[in-house]
């Protein structure tokens, strides 16, 4: 077993190892980023350079994205996207408003008028959301549509 303690990964700095195991029985170990957070990250995202940071550089990069994003979430009654994450929505599947399963993946799925629009099927729920958003930024009225 490799020993990562001391090395660093991109903003990260491997402090030690938490003794707990990840499900791919991967070691979970405890980094400190540059930012000064501390995360803990299973051996294989780190070795793989999969995780580079905690939060702040997918943040930093994301930037844009995010933007775009909070442009968007005016029009989701005010809810944060992240506040979907992990929570139940007794009217859909997937956790994010008008995004449920289909197949193996997500779609967005959106009713205006009695019309029903539907979305590509997305591998990732938030992808699937993101066409959700534009449908509501193409479909529905600027104000006042719930
Ligand atoms: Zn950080």
């Known amino acids: 077993m490799k020993n990562l303690i001391g090395k660093r990964y991109g903003r990260l700095t491997v402090i030690e190892n938490t003794g707990k195991k990840a499900h791919s029985r991967e070691n979970i170990y ?14 294989g995202l780190l070795t793989q350079g999969k995780t580079k940071s905690c939060v702040c550089l997918y943040k930093d990069t994301r930037k844009k994205d995010l933007s775009e994003l909070n442009q968007a979430k005016k029009y989701i009654d005010g809810i944060h996207i992240d506040l979907f994450d992990g929570r139940s ?10 995004v449920s399963r289909h197949g193996n993946g997500y779609r967005a ?9 539907l979305g590509t099927t997305r591998a ?13 930024e193409e479909l529905l009225p600027r104000k006042g549509e719930k």
């Open 30 to 43: 405890l980094c400190q980023c540059d930012c000064g957070n501390t995360i803990e990250v299973r051996s």
């Open 124 to 136: 990732t729920k938030k992808e699937a959301y993101k066409d959700r958003l534009k449908f509501e």
């Open 89 to 98: 929505n007794k009217n859909n599947t997937s956790g994010f408003k008008g």
């Open 109 to 117: 799925k959106i009713t205006v008028k009695g019309r029903v629009y």
